[in-house]
């Protein structure tokens, strides 16, 4: 079995068309045309990757409003929750990308690695059908899900920041590990969210959700005090 499709077969993708996925890894910079890129797949796999988490949480917490399941799928399908995956599953080392679209040491970009994710699950919907692009999906994203029922409220300081961002910049921010402390059984992980490339806030915690729950909260006190000395000119 070759290196590429043992990479797909490890991820929880039994490929009949090795072209398509090939093509699902190769950014347009460098495709020969616009048809040989992931960019189709994307667009199908963005489309396919909502309908899944919506049917998951509808039949999954028949007890949430439309606002609550709206916030979860939102998160779960963000492209800092994509794009983490895609980096965790070594999407990174099979994708086909002009090195100028790198960056941190030769890290793909963060959006490319989400799209990938998204044009992997169009291509195996294409190549596979529905129920294998559902089992996929939900093998990658249902823990996220689940992760997210119980984050309501006033402590769930990161959909508020992501909704705030994305109501003013069409897009959320990122996070960022900067620091990982202590034992592999205790570690401690230091997060900051960043918005291009600028820190809107930093936290710690001993998993990398509180860490980030933690730094939302720091980026949300920042623009709260922000809002206020701008309010207090106005006065």
Not at 6 to 26: C, H, N, W
Not at 115 to 130: K, P, Q, V
Not at 165 to 183: A, C, F, I, L, T
Not at 192 to 216: D, T
Request: proline share 3%; net charge positive.
């Amino acid at each position: 079995m070759k290196r590429f499709e043992q990479f797909l077969v490890k991820i929880g993708i039994e490929p009949k068309d090795m072209s398509v996925y090939r093509r699902a890894l190769t950014h347009l910079s460098a495709a020969d045309n616009f048809g040989e890129s992931y960019e189709r797949l994307e667009f199908l796999g963005d489309s396919v990757i909502g309908m899944i988490i919506s049917d998951f949480l509808i039949r999954e917490y028949p007890e949430k409003g439309e606002g609550e399941l709206t916030r979860i799928k939102a998160t779960v399908v963000s492209r800092e929750v994509l794009g983490e995956k895609a980096r965790s599953m070594g999407v990174d080392r099979h994708l086909r990308v002009d090195t100028a679209r790198v960056r941190n040491g030769g890290d793909a970009e963060f959006s490319i690695l989400s799209d990938c994710f998204e044009a992997l699950t169009g291509a195996l919907l294409l190549d596979r059908g529905y129920m294998a692009c559902k089992k996929f999906v939900l093998m990658h994203l249902k823990d996220d899900c689940i992760a997210m029922k119980d984050i309501e409220g006033p402590t769930d300081f990161k959909s508020k920041l992501q909704e705030i961002w994305q109501q003013e910049y069409k897009e959320p921010p990122e996070y960022h590990v900067v620091r990982e402390s202590g034992p592999d059984h205790s570690k401690t992980f230091s997060i900051e969210v960043r918005y291009n490339g600028k820190k809107l806030g930093i936290g710690s915690g001993k998993s990398k959700k509180k860490a980030e729950q933690s730094a939302a909260e720091n980026a949300l006190k920042k623009l709260n005090k922000k809002i206020t000395r701008k309010e207090r000119k106005r006065d």
